[in-house]
């Protein structure tokens, strides 16, 4: 027992009963569990990889050949293993696509520098190797290999889209859904301050129906929503709106809470109500004397006023998201 205490112990070293590995052991350790887990996905990876089925402890069972997704569902304990399920994570994030590649190529670059290492090089020299690789890899990819996305065409991007999709759900659709996505990113085409073409994914808008078929599928310039609208009335269809997004609920007025009103006069009373239903009626009269065609509102509209928004023509639709809300302000300006 006084063993666990001695200071030259080195099972000691980091806390009671811990023990501190270092040197040639830990390097292999690593490499090996770096390479357990690039030979999980390896087959999954390129056109006519395989599905992976994956069976969670409740018996939730997922088929997939997407890198971050069978990463994400296997529990990893090793730190190396953890280190490359970030990447793949990352990956995921920042492209959206390679995520089984960089797992198998940072793999393979630890079993190459892990040989290196047992050939009596410094892994201090190999990683100034590997960095200096990296800056000339990106400089030969950037004056051999790219080309700038306005002298490819359309018909480059459709391929590449397609080379994306292949290994997803939606390979089977082929073009259908390659010329969707090319179309929409070109249509949310923008220029930063120096000038230089932006493709902002956030700005395009996937609306999920359930019950309709993938070719069912279409795409058009706007924005869309699946709320409908609150009256039956209303038109169907509106030419030239001018819209109005709101962040507040078109009811009846009512007082805070906290607050206390003593009357002695019922017809003081019939009077507080009537004015807790005419604040609202002149928030609709000034909604429709500014010449608003739709009105957007995050919250609710009670139905005497949809009446007196369909009776002036009129559309309302409520309920909707505030991230939608925001979007809609935005692109009307």
């Given at each position: 027992?006084?063993?666990?205490?001695?200071?030259?112990?080195?099972?000691?070293?980091?806390?009671?009963?811990?023990?501190?590995v270092?040197?040639?052991?830990?390097?292999?350790?690593?490499?090996?569990?770096?390479?357990?887990?690039?030979?999980?996905?390896k087959?999954?990876?390129?056109?006519?990889?395989?599905?992976?089925?994956?069976?969670?402890?409740?018996?939730?069972?997922?088929?997939?050949?997407?890198?971050?997704?069978?990463?994400?569902?296997?529990?990893?304990?090793?730190?190396?293993?953890?280190?490359?399920?970030?990447?793949?994570?990352?990956?995921?994030?920042?492209?959206?696509?390679?995520?089984?590649?960089?797992?198998?190529i940072?793999?393979?670059?630890?079993?190459?520098?892990?040989?290196?290492?047992?050939?009596?090089?410094?892994?201090?020299?190999?990683?100034?190797?590997?960095?200096?690789?990296?800056?000339?890899?990106?400089r030969?990819?950037?004056?051999?290999?790219?080309?700038?996305?306005?002298?490819?065409?359309?018909?480059?991007?459709?391929?590449?889209?397609?080379?994306?999709?292949?290994?997803?759900?939606?390979?089977?659709?082929?073009?259908?859904?390659?010329?969707?996505?090319?179309?929409?990113?070109?249509?949310?085409?923008?220029?930063?301050?120096?000038?230089?073409?932006?493709?902002?994914?956030?700005?395009?808008?996937?609306?999920?129906?359930?019950?309709?078929?993938?070719?069912?599928?279409?795409?058009?310039?706007?924005?869309?929503?699946?709320?409908?609208?609150?009256?039956?009335?209303?038109?169907?269809?509106?030419?030239?709106?001018?819209?109005?997004?709101?962040?507040?609920?078109?009811?009846?007025?009512?007082?805070?809470?906290?607050?206390?009103?003593?009357?002695?006069?019922?017809?003081?009373?019939?009077?507080?109500?009537?004015?807790?239903?005419?604040?609202?009626?002149?928030?609709?009269?000034?909604?429709?004397?500014?010449?608003?065609?739709?009105?957007?509102?995050?919250?609710?509209?009670?139905?005497?006023?949809?009446?007196?928004?369909?009776?002036?023509?009129?559309?309302?639709?409520?309920?909707v998201?505030?991230?939608?809300?925001r979007?809609?302000?935005?692109?009307?300006?």
């Amino acid at each position: 027992m006084s063993g666990i205490f001695d200071r030259n112990n080195q099972d000691s070293a980091l806390f009671i009963g811990g023990s501190r590995v270092s040197g040639q052991e830990v390097r292999s350790q690593n490499v090996m569990a770096a390479q357990s887990i690039a030979n999980v996905i390896k087959t999954s990876l390129g056109p006519v990889g395989l599905d992976k089925m994956l069976v969670d402890d409740v018996g939730e069972v997922t088929i997939s050949n997407d890198g971050a997704t069978i990463l994400q569902l296997l529990e990893v304990e090793h730190p190396a293993g953890k280190i490359l399920v970030k990447l793949a994570q990352q990956q995921d994030t920042e492209v959206g696509d390679g995520t089984t590649s960089v797992v198998i190529i940072a793999a393979e670059l630890l079993r190459r520098a892990n040989e290196l290492i047992k050939s009596h090089i410094h892994p201090a020299t190999v990683i100034a190797g590997y960095r200096l690789a990296c800056k000339e890899a990106n400089r030969f990819i950037a004056d051999q290999m790219a080309q700038r996305v306005e002298k490819l065409g359309t018909e480059a991007l459709v391929n590449v889209a397609m080379t994306t999709i292949s290994s997803k759900i939606l390979g089977t659709y082929g073009t259908f859904f390659a010329q969707m996505a090319v179309d929409a990113l070109q249509a949310v085409r923008t220029q930063d301050a120096r000038g230089k073409a932006r493709y902002p994914v956030a700005a395009v808008n996937v609306l999920k129906v359930k019950g309709a078929s993938a070719r069912e599928s279409s795409y058009f310039t706007g924005y869309a929503l699946y709320r409908p609208f609150t009256g039956a009335a209303m038109k169907r269809a509106v030419a030239n709106p001018k819209i109005a997004v709101i962040d507040f609920d078109i009811t009846k007025t009512r007082m805070k809470l906290g607050v206390n009103i003593v009357i002695d006069n019922p017809e003081s009373l019939e009077a507080i109500r009537k004015r807790e239903a005419d604040i609202s009626t002149e928030r609709v009269r000034m909604l429709l004397d500014a010449g608003v065609t739709a009105v957007f509102s995050t919250r609710g509209i009670d139905d005497m006023y949809v009446k007196m928004f369909a009776e002036a023509g009129a559309v309302t639709v409520t309920r909707v998201p505030k991230d939608d809300a925001r979007r809609i302000a935005r692109g009307c300006g």
